[in-house]
């Protein structure tokens, strides 16, 4: 069991550490644009 754990793991770590990465460019970018439409329309919508 702890054998067919380990390789599965270390795949698993590596494609994990690329979503988690992906996932952190999606967040930031999602805060960059919201951000920016904050700012952009703050004199409309009274955020």
Do not use: L
């Not at 999602?30 to 439409?37: S, T």
């Amino acid at each position: 069991m702890k054998r067919s754990r380990a390789a599965p793991t270390d795949a698993s770590a590596a494609m994990g550490a690329n979503a988690a990465r992906r996932d952190a460019n999606v967040v930031i970018r999602n805060r960059v644009d919201h951000a920016q439409h904050r700012t952009s329309f703050s004199t409309v919508n009274r955020y």
